[in-house]
């Protein structure tokens, strides 16, 4: 059998292949040319789209957890600037009630101090008082004792009289 016989018997044309096999490869040419590489350049720069917005996210997850990382660390640091300062208001409260305690103290010692000036100075009162009167009262007392002489009182014995009492009091 010829080749040509086995090929003409399936029914093909070897002219009418290699017509259709040029034809198919000029087509293949320009749909590569035309089409293909268009195409391939279309989804390159999809691809590179999608690879540059998938690297974006992942950088703005980075940037994220950085950003909540540093929010973190000033929320810690505002709760210990808060703590601290909360700190430095009880001590100032103390140092503030230690400062009225002292100040009612000497307000109370000065209190005291005039109440104990006043004491003395009524009391003072009252012992020039006692020895005014108890001068008087000698004096009528001798009155009373010597009346038949009323003459004999001398003031200097009542004198003598009135300072040993007032040595007496002191």
Same mark, same amino acid.
């Given at each position: 059998?010829?080749?040509?016989?086995?090929?003409?018997?399936?029914?093909?044309?070897?002219?009418?292949?290699?017509?259709?096999?040029?034809?198919?490869?000029?087509?293949?040419?320009?749909?590569?040319?035309?089409?293909?590489?268009?195409?391939?350049?279309?989804?390159?720069?999809?691809?590179?789209?999608?690879?540059?917005?998938?690297?974006?996210?992942?950088?703005?997850?980075?940037?994220?957890?950085?950003?909540?990382?540093?929010?973190?660390?000033?929320?810690?640091?505002?709760?210990?600037?808060?703590?601290?300062?909360?700190?430095? =208001?009880?001590?100032?409260?103390?140092?503030?009630?230690?400062?009225?305690? =002292?100040?009612?103290?000497?307000?109370?010692? #000065?209190?005291?101090?005039?109440?104990?000036?006043?004491?003395?100075?009524?009391?003072?009162?009252?012992?020039?008082?006692?020895?005014?009167? =108890?001068?008087?009262?000698?004096?009528?007392?001798?009155?009373?004792?010597? #009346?038949?002489?009323?003459?004999?009182?001398?003031?200097?014995?009542?004198?003598?009289?009135?300072?040993?009492?007032?040595?007496?009091?002191?």
């Amino acid at each position: 059998m010829e080749e040509g016989g086995i090929i003409g018997q399936l029914g093909i044309d070897w002219k009418l292949f290699l017509s259709q096999a040029f034809n198919f490869f000029i087509l293949l040419i320009i749909l590569r040319a035309f089409v293909y590489k268009p195409l391939l350049k279309v989804i390159k720069k999809r691809s590179d789209v999608i690879k540059e917005g998938l690297e974006k996210a992942l950088e703005a997850d980075n940037r994220l957890k950085e950003v909540d990382i540093i929010a973190k660390n000033k929320l810690k640091e505002a709760d210990q600037e808060s703590i601290h300062i909360i700190k430095n =208001t009880e001590q100032k409260a103390k140092q503030l009630e230690q400062a009225l305690r =002292t100040k009612l103290e000497e307000h109370q010692k #000065e209190l005291m101090n005039q109440a104990e000036l006043s004491y003395e100075r009524q009391l003072q009162e009252a012992k020039q008082n006692v020895l005014k009167n =108890t001068s008087e009262i000698v004096k009528k007392l001798f009155i009373k004792v010597v #009346e038949l002489k009323p003459e004999s009182i001398d003031e200097a014995l009542i004198e003598k009289a009135v300072n040993s009492v007032k040595n007496e009091a002191k």
